[in-house]
């Protein structure tokens, strides 16, 4: 096997094939990549234990006379560190007998070449029943970003009820829209495009978070090739393009009626609307943010008074940070309402408008935060946000 490839190009690929890997014991036969060279073009490709598998092909091959085919297993930590170096440089790739060597003009890299597991699997070549759906890269790509922070970060596998959690809803209408939805429990993201698929049936289906970032990496990594097809059966999920072929289990578990969940937020009678600016709030959020990492701070307090807002934080050794933002047209009465930081960061670092409307009942009912000012009505942000609620344990509240 030799081929010639971009350095970056190379590095690149690896580091989407690697994020398949994450979850991989470094021990397991599984924690290896396949470098295959085939007519002129080179693929990577990595799976897991839970059945993802990822094939990509890496960009910039020069297949000129010297490129030979080849097949190798290689280990990718070592690989991954070298590609970091060598920037835009040219790397050409040769096997030596067990051996696979990665040169550049001033700099090498011998890795042994890995024996092929005996269970290693592949991409399937066809799926039982399943439904073809075409999606642009980009609304995908933008989709994706704006709820995926919302999903759980619970990692306990046991916990079957959390499954769904720790994934994204999709939904696909029978007017052809698609809604993305995630939420962990608390914290509920829900973006929805309108006509971007053809009419039919009502389809639903969970895919892992870890599978949400790995299309957007890759859409990244494909420069928003045009549009991905997804080939989606009852357990199984198959998303390609000319770049890449990626599948994935599906999770099973039903997830909870997020409708009535912002129905029941948006219709509650009573309560204040406040309109807030994205920017002066994402930079209130970004000021105090050293903080977090000096002290345990989950908890930030949002203090409207007329005209204004006071995002405040206190700290564990008795002290305070306050970042007061203003104008902001609200002309209520004094209200405070806290939220887990996570959450409200989360929230404003997905929204790219300048608008969002704030819909509060009172400090302990869910806060409703949408985006207005869109310039395309084809399409809407909704977030759910749970207001952290301390109980009151002093002698006077007993009484």
Not at 119 to 147: C, H, Q, W, Y
Not at 360 to 371: G, Y
Request: glycine share 6%; proline share 5%; with cysteine.
């Amino acid at each position: 096997m030799e081929f010639v490839s971009g350095g970056e190009e190379l590095c690149g690929a690896l580091g989407c094939i690697m994020r398949v890997l994450d979850d991989v014991p470094p021990k397991s036969e599984l924690f290896l990549v396949r470098l295959q060279v085939e007519e002129g073009s080179a693929n990577l490709l990595a799976a897991d234990e839970n059945g993802t598998v990822l094939s990509l092909r890496v960009q910039n091959v020069n297949n000129g006379e010297d490129a030979e085919d080849g097949v190798v297993f290689l280990p990718p930590s070592h690989l991954d560190l070298f590609l970091r170096t060598v920037g835009a440089e040219s790397i050409k790739v040769r096997e030596m007998e067990d051996r696979t060597v990665f040169e550049t003009h001033d700099s090498s890299l011998s890795l042994r070449s890995l024996n092929l597991p005996s269970t290693f699997p592949g991409i399937p070549n066809s799926l039982s029943g399943a439904v073809e759906l075409e999606l642009n890269s980009k609304i995908l790509r933008d989709m994706i970003l704006r709820v995926v922070s919302a999903s759980s970060m619970e990692d306990d596998e046991e916990e079957e009820a959390s499954l769904a959690l720790q994934g994204v809803l999709f939904v696909i209408g029978k007017d052809g829209s698609l809604e993305l939805v995630a939420s962990d429990g608390s914290y509920l993201a829900r973006a929805r495009r309108n006509a971007v698929l053809p009419k039919g049936e009502e389809r639903r289906f969970i895919i892992p978070s870890a599978i949400a970032h790995q299309l957007v990496s890759l859409s990244e990594y494909t420069c928003g090739n045009s549009f991905m097809q997804l080939f989606v059966s009852k357990e199984r999920l198959v998303v390609e393009n000319s770049e890449f072929i990626l599948t994935c289990p599906l999770i099973q578990q039903p997830f909870p009626d997020y409708r009535e969940v912002i129905s029941s937020t948006l219709s509650a009678e009573g309560g204040e609307e406040v309109c807030l600016p994205v920017t002066q709030m994402k930079d209130a959020l970004r000021r105090i943010q050293p903080l977090w990492g000096s002290f345990f701070i989950d908890k930030v307090d949002c203090r409207f008074n007329k005209g204004s807002l006071t995002i405040a934080v206190a700290l564990p050794d008795g002290g305070a940070s306050e970042i007061r933002i203003a104008p902001v047209e609200y002309e209520g009465e004094e209200f405070c309402i806290s939220f887990n930081r996570r959450h409200l960061e989360n929230t404003f670092s997905a929204i790219e408008e300048d608008l969002v409307i704030a819909r509060f009942l009172d400090e302990r009912a869910p806060c409703a935060i949408t985006v207005v000012g869109l310039t395309n009505e084809d399409r809407s942000y909704t977030y759910i946000l749970s207001p952290v609620v301390l109980e009151d344990t002093s002698e006077a509240s007993r009484e």
